[in-house]
């Protein structure tokens, strides 16, 4: 099992302040999470950065990500260094995923702030973002609904933009460390979404 927050921004996001070093190290530190995968708005420049950096750790875990802008809202891909088109529709965002063998993965669906809302019931995916910080607690439980409803596994990540909010959610992965394995795990369910923050306003 390793613990993987799977959903984090760096400085190469535009909109972050976490640049690749500092991710790094903090992970090294981090007692029981092991793994991250960077999920930039659409760049996978970071990712490139964060997985140099991290060659020298033997135990960390670097997932390749992008967290598309489409024109209905945020869209995340998984095990994949290639970066989709920016503000193209959702649907020719999921071919773009598919022909590359990509993990789709539908972040904070009901955040007023770039969730896609009801596409979220029918569009392909993966897997669902049940716990989101930045999202209430109310939109995190609807999405865990619609996770059920479908089917589909519900993951976590901390969409953290600043170093205070790294590790605030992440996932436990059923699977060994390395990207293969943890994009299997993930499809086949092998997953528990949790949350390390303490909803004051809620
Ligand atoms: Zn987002
Ligand atoms: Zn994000």
Redesign the pocket.
């Known amino acids: 099992m390793i613990l993987i927050d799977l959903?984090v921004h760096t400085i190469f996001s535009g909109d972050a302040t976490i640049n690749p070093k500092l991710l790094v190290d903090r992970l090294y530190a981090h007692p029981t999470v092991k793994g991250v995968a960077i999920t930039d708005?659409d760049t996978l420049e970071g990712y490139f950065q964060v997985r140099k950096l991290a060659t020298v750790y033997q135990d960390l875990l670097i997932i390749p990500g992008v967290?598309a802008t489409t024109t209905e809202?945020?869209f995340?891909l998984l095990g994949i260094e290639e970066k989709p088109p920016y503000m193209a529709t959702l649907e020719s965002v999921v071919d773009f995923a598919m022909e590359r063998a990509a993990l789709i993965v539908i972040?904070?669906p009901y955040?007023a702030?770039?969730?896609i809302g009801d596409a979220a019931e029918r569009i392909q995916a993966d897997a669902i973002e049940v716990i989101?910080p930045s999202a209430t607690l109310r939109e995190n439980r609807l999405a865990e609904k619609l996770a059920n409803a479908r089917s589909l596994p519900g993951v976590a990540g901390s969409?953290a933009h600043n170093q205070d909010q790294l590790w605030t959610a992440y996932t436990e992965v059923g699977a060994e460390p390395d990207v293969g394995s943890v994009l299997n795990a993930i499809k086949n369910g092998r997953v528990k979404a949790v949350s390390a923050k303490h909803y004051l306003n809620v």
Do not use: K, S, T, V
């Open positions: 959903h708005h967290e809202g945020h995340i972040p904070h955040r702030d770039r969730g989101n969409d």
